[in-house]
């Protein structure tokens, strides 16, 4: 399956954490879909599954979600 393009998604802050950063990115369409998409294991950061929704985020991270991958810049 080939990879998607990365987009890039730009916080206010220096980190975000990660529960918000799926709603943010349009990756889950609410807090209970965030949830439920670590929960069921499909949630990658960096490469690496990821379940913890407050986990934090920096700049530069790229979360994946069904093919969907999105790199967090923080604003300067």
Excluded: C, W, Y
Excluded at 18 to 47: I, M, S
């Amino acid at each position: 399956m080939p990879t998607s393009p990365i987009r890039t998604v730009e916080i206010s802050d220096d980190t975000i954490r990660l529960g918000q950063f799926l709603k943010l990115a349009d990756l889950a369409e609410d807090g209970t879909h965030a949830r439920e998409l670590l929960e069921d294991g499909e949630v990658e950061v960096n490469g690496r599954p990821e379940a913890r929704r407050g986990r934090q985020l920096v700049d530069g991270d790229v979360v994946a979600v069904d093919g969907q991958r999105v790199r967090l810049a923080a604003r300067s």
